[in-house]
């Protein structure tokens, strides 16, 4: 079966850096677009970034345009998201998921199973 398996969250500080793993297994991962996800406490759930799969294109919220970056590994099977100048508001649980809706207007479509998350909080 498919799974999507996020890691590397943790615990920094204002202005610091994290990067994120999005590992698959049971398919192919450079066959679909692969979307980044975030949930803050009480609030929805945001598409943050997105990288297509016929061209690598990608695609970031206004809220972390400039500060992260979104790359695939295909060898490894692997999305990254590279998280730099984090902010308070960056704090939330993060997901990866084949996202179907990949442009410069949506971060959407998703389907399969979503998993547990990275945690990631920034916090002085």
């Known amino acids: 079966h498919l799974q999507l398996v996020e890691s590397g969250g943790g615990l920094v500080q204002p202005g610091g850096s994290l990067r994120l793993s999005c590992t698959a297994s049971?398919?192919?991962?450079?066959?679909?677009?692969i979307g980044w996800f975030r949930q803050a406490p009480g609030k929805e759930r945001e598409g943050v970034s997105c990288?297509?799969?016929?061209?690598?294109?990608?695609n970031y919220a206004d809220s972390v345009k400039g500060r992260f970056t979104i790359s695939r590994d295909n060898a490894k099977n692997t999305v990254y998201l590279q998280m730099d100048s984090l902010k308070p508001e960056d704090t939330a649980i993060y997901y990866c998921v084949i996202t179907r809706f990949c442009t410069k207007t949506t971060i959407g479509g998703a389907f399969g199973s979503w998993g547990q998350g990275t945690q990631v909080t920034v916090s002085s």
């Open positions: 990288i297509n799969s016929s061209n690598d294109s990608t």
């Open positions: 049971g398919f192919t991962l450079d066959y679909y677009p």
